[in-house]
T-cell receptor
């Protein structure tokens, strides 16, 4: 079974500073990898995804992530954060089997706080 | 283009009662998944419906059941509610990936139904 680890429960970053959120996964093959963002009381919004090919993927809102097979990592980055980026960020892994996609497995999330 | 819509947005029940939550998938999507997200926790996969059948199930008891209708909309039913069932219930839809597995994994989430059990 697959698993996802987000080592940082909380991260505080000054507005305008760069950001990196860590994600490590465990799975026997290359899974599908995702980053979702969730504002308080809201659903999840997909930031970006990795299926195959180029290991550096671009997403919405200026986010990017890099897949590193040797480190089983899929870290999320943004060069300059905005106060509106404050939210909960979830890394997730998906598996495709039997003609369909299995349920996603989420990490426990990283709470991003933006300092003025 | 409407995304995933869920109803009701909030509801309060008492222990032992039953609840039904509803979900309409995004246009063009035919697969519906349900997730439970307790306060401060990550979403947990409950089950997935495709072609009106439960395709996959997570680690949830039989008190949790579902249904998918011919128009792809779905219901989540929870019987004999417990205090621990209090959570945000998220519905997510996706398109089957017979030809493109990458599409099958891209979920669109609704805003959720917040269930409080007293």
């Amino acid at each position: 079974a697959q698993s996802v680890t987000q080592p940082d429960i909380h991260i505080t970053v000054s507005e305008g500073a760069s950001l990196e959120l860590r994600c490590n996964y465990s799975y026997g093959a290359t899974p599908y990898l995702f980053w979702y963002v969730q504002s308080p009381g809201q659903g999840l919004q997909l930031l970006l995804k990795y299926f195959s090919g180029d290991t550096l993927v671009q997403g919405i809102k200026g986010f990017e992530a890099e897949f590193k097979r040797s480190q089983s990592s899929f870290n999320l980055r943004k060069p300059s954060v905005h106060w509106s980026d404050a939210a909960e960020y979830f890394c997730a892994v998906g598996v495709y089997s039997g003609g369909g996609a299995d349920g996603l497995t989420f990490g426990k999330g990283t709470h991003l706080i933006i300092q003025p | 283009d409407a995304g995933v819509t869920q109803s009701p947005t909030h509801l309060i029940k008492t222990r032992g009662q039953q609840v039904t939550l509803r979900c309409s998938p995004k246009s063009g999507h035919d697969t519906v998944s349900w997730y439970q997200q307790a306060l401060g926790q990550e979403p947990q996969f409950i089950f997935q419906y495709y072609e009106e059948e439960e395709r996959q199930r997570g680690n949830f008891p039989d008190r949790f059941s579902g249904h998918q209708f011919p128009n792809y909309s779905s219901e989540l039913n929870v019987n004999a509610l417990l205090l621990g069932d209090s959570a945000l219930y998220l519905c997510a839809s996706s398109a089957t990936g017979h030809k493109d597995p990458s599409g099958a994994n891209v979920l669109t989430f609704g805003a959720g139904s917040r269930l409080t059990v007293l």
